[in-house]
């Protein structure tokens, strides 16, 4: 036996439910939804034909029930891809970790993830209420300096030499899974989902204090290898990309356009258009 994971490695609340989450393994579903907003849990829930879990701390909110004969799970993240690496190890904990020896199990699970989040456009034809999934996300933030992956595909390569002019950008990029992009993604807008460190600035937004990017949104939107163009920005997908690659489980990152970046305008109906795209994964689980 190898040596159990340490307390202050993975931290369970008396319960025995994991840290953040404050979930156990019979609370979660094989098919998790995450939102980053936690009042869009009950917006994808209610479309559930029954609610058996209701669970939460802090931001991360959990409701698990059934859709016909299908338990799914919707969970929020709260904003960012630093929400994102507790949700995905402490999900992957709860199916591939006995919590109670501390030990990965001899056979490890492998979870369906699907994002349902918001996001702004960078592309003139991709417009505020469009439905997109992620064939890739690209991240500016700096999750994946920490983890060990496989090698760079050839795409990242090509994003890092049109960043050349600028040097901190240290993008990381993963695929979404292709069964979940065929099953979900299918009839959709697709493109590479810039995953960004922060919504203002670090989107190439202009509020008030100087940005060193002042160009990035046409740096992003005029990319394009083989047809692979950047199409929308947000927090979230590429963590959960990566770390899915990483831990082993598929995901898929599907977005409501509420944004217009190329025209500087947003949605009058956000909650029509997020509700269009619950709607859309839902009925292709
Ligand atoms: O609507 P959600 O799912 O939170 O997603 C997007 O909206 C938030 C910013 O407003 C970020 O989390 C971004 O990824
Ligand atoms: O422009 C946008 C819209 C929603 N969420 C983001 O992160 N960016």
Redesign the pocket.
């Known amino acids: 036996m190898n040596k159990p994971i340490s307390e202050s490695d993975l931290i369970l609340n008396p319960d025995g439910s994991v840290y953040h989450l404050n979930l156990l393994p019979e609370d979660l579903a094989g098919t998790v939804i995450t939102v980053g907003d936690p009042d869009r849990v009950a917006s994808v829930s209610k479309y559930f034909d029954r609610i058996d879990i209701r669970k939460g701390k802090r931001e991360f909110i959990t409701h698990t029930g059934f859709i016909g004969n299908k338990r799914v799970s919707v969970i929020s993240t709260g904003i960012g891809t630093d929400n994102i690496d507790i949700v995905l190890n402490e999900l992957d904990a709860l199916v591939n970790i006995d919590l109670e020896s501390r030990q990965p199990k001899p056979v490890l699970q492998s979870m369906d993830i699907i994002r349902i989040?918001?996001?702004?456009s960078i592309q003139a034809d991709i417009p505020m209420g469009t439905i997109l999934a992620s064939g890739y996300g690209l991240g500016l933030d700096a999750l994946m300096r920490f983890y060990e992956s496989g090698p760079e595909l050839p795409l990242l390569t090509a994003v890092k030499s049109h960043f050349d002019a600028v040097p901190h950008l240290q993008p990381y990029l993963f695929p979404a899974d292709p069964g979940l992009l065929q099953q979900i993604g299918a009839g959709l807008a697709t493109g590479i989902t810039v995953t960004?460190p922060g919504?203002y600035a670090p989107?190439g937004r202009a509020v008030r204090a100087r940005r060193t990017i002042p160009k990035l949104i046409p740096l992003l939107s005029s990319f394009n290898h083989h047809g692979h163009r950047i199409s929308n920005?947000?927090?979230e997908t590429a963590g959960i990309y990566a770390l899915a690659a990483v831990l082993g489980h598929r995901a898929l990152s599907v977005n409501a356009i509420?944004?217009s970046?190329l025209s500087f305008a947003f949605e009058k109906e956000p909650q029509r258009v997020v509700d269009g795209a619950i709607q859309h994964v839902l009925e292709r689980l």
Not at 117 to 120: D, L, P, R, V
């Open positions: 989040g918001t996001s702004g960004a919504f989107q920005l947000e927090m509420l944004a970046r």
